[in-house]
């Protein structure tokens, strides 16, 4: 097997291009010599999980005995760029996460020779790079100290990668979020709008730099949906007078909107 580089999996606006080149790579021998040619693309060498001793099989492989998850993973963005067909299938295939599978398979499915990134998400980062510089942000979702993990929020084989693996069918966003902080999405008398967007309106979901995973640190993470109009003398926000409230700090900081998700006792988001 010769050795591969992965492309570095970069920002999501650089995602359709990346497709496209990812479909050369699977495509033929020659994406390769076309892709060390691509100047613009920030490349780096990471490889599927070593397994000692085993070899690259393919999905086929795989099918006997897990028939569910591999009918399922066609239908997964990962599965949609990889091709059963060409040389490199191993390296995009169920392998490309756990790792090549011939002794998984000689010995009748032993555990010990196979990986399972539900454990340890060092075969995600190896692709997913900007990804793994998020979790070294200061303020982050402690995957990296082994404390949760990609799956707790993404679903690796099936169609939406958007839901916890082994979660509802229907399961939304937000719903990810809420089975391990019930208090900000449980139903408020005086609910905020906002969290019907989402929480990723106002959280970084893997990390910040601001705390509490936010977006932004200061009155500009509130100031994006709720307009500041300048009148001579004022600056209103709804129909208050904010022109010294923003002075005193954060909106929910200052002591006046503390109740961000939502309030049972007042409309203005307060304890
Ligand atoms: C001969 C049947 C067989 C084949 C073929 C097979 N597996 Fe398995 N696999 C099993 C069995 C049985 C288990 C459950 C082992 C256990 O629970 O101790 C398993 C477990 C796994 C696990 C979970 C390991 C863990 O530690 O939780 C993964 C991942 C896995 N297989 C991936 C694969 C992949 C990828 C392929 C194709 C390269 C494959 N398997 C081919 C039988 C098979
Ligand atoms: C994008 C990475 C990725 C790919 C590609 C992938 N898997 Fe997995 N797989 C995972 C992760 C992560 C887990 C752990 C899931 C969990 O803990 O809920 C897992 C778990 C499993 C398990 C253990 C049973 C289970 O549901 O937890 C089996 C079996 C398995 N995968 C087989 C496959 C097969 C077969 C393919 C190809 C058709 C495949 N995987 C492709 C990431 C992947
Ligand atoms: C072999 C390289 C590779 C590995 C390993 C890999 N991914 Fe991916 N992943 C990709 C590519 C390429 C895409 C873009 C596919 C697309 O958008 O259709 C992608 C897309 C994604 C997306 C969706 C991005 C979006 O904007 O929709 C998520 C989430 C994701 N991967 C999570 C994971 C997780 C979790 C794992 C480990 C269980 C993993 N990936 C392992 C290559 C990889
Ligand atoms: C706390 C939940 C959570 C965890 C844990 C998590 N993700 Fe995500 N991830 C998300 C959400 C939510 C999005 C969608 C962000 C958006 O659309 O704004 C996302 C988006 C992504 C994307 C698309 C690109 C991007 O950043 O928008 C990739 C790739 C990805 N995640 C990979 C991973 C990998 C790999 C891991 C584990 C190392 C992981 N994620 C762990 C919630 C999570
Ligand atoms: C599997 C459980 C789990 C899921 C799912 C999850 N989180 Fe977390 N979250 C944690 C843990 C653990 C911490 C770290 C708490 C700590 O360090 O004390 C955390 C921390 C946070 C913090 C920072 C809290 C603080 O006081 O600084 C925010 C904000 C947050 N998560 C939002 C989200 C959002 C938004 C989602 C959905 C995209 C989500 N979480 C999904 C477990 C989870
Ligand atoms: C309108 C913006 C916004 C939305 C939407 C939002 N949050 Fe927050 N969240 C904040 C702010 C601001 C803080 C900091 C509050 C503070 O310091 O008192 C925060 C703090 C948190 C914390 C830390 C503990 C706490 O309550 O102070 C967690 C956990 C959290 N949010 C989870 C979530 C989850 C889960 C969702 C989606 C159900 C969500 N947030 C939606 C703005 C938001
Ligand atoms: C994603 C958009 C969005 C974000 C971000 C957002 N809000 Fe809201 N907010 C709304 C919507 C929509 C409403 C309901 C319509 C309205 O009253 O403007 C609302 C209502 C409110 C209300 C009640 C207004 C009233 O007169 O009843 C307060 C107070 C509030 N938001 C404060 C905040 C604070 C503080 C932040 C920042 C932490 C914030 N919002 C961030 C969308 C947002």
């Known amino acids: 097997m ?16 990346l497709l496209a080149l990812a479909a050369l790579l699977t495509g033929a021998g020659a994406g390769l010599a076309l892709l060390s040619s691509c100047a ?6 990471a490889a599927p999980p070593y397994i000692e001793g085993a070899t690259f099989v393919g999905n086929a492989a795989c099918a006997d005995c897990h028939t569910n998850l591999t009918r399922l993973f066609d239908s997964s963005p990962h599965g949609r760029y990889h091709r059963a067909d060409v040389r490199l299938a191993g390296l995009t295939g169920c392998e490309s996460c756990h790792g090549p599978g011939s002794k998984h398979v ?22 997913h790079l900007a990804t793994h510089a998020e979790f070294r942000l200061p303020h982050r979702h402690p995957v990296l100290e082994g404390r949760m993990n990609c799956v707790d929020c993404h679903d690796p084989h099936g169609p939406d990668l958007m839901k916890p693996a ?6 939304r966003l937000n719903e990810a979020c809420a089975t391990c902080h019930r208090e900000q999405a449980r139903p408020f008398v005086f609910e905020h709008e906002a969290l019907r967007e989402g929480c990723t309106e106002c959280h970084q979901p893997h990390g910040s730099i601001a705390p509490q995973l936010l977006t932004q640190r200061d009155a500009n ?12 003398g004022a600056v209103m926000i709804g129909k208050t007078d904010h022109a010294s409230l923003l002075r005193l700090g954060a909106c929910w900081s200052a002591g006046c909107h503390t109740a961000v998700h939502g309030s ?8």
Request: aromatic share 4%; charged share 20%; with cysteine.
């Open 2 to 17: 010769r050795p591969i580089s992965w492309l570095r999996l970069p920002a999501r606006r650089h995602l359709n291009r």
């Open 40 to 45: 613009t693309v920030d490349r780096t060498a």
């Open 106 to 127: 000689a010995a009748a499915g032993a555990r010990e020779f196979i990986v399972n990134p539900g454990r340890d998400p060092a075969a995600c980062l190896a692709c």
């Open 166 to 171: 082994g979660g509802l069918a229907l399961a």
């Open 221 to 232: 993470l509130c100031l994006k949906c709720h307009a500041q109009v300048q009148q001579p």
């Open 264 to 271: 049972n006792i007042h409309p203005k988001m307060l304890y």
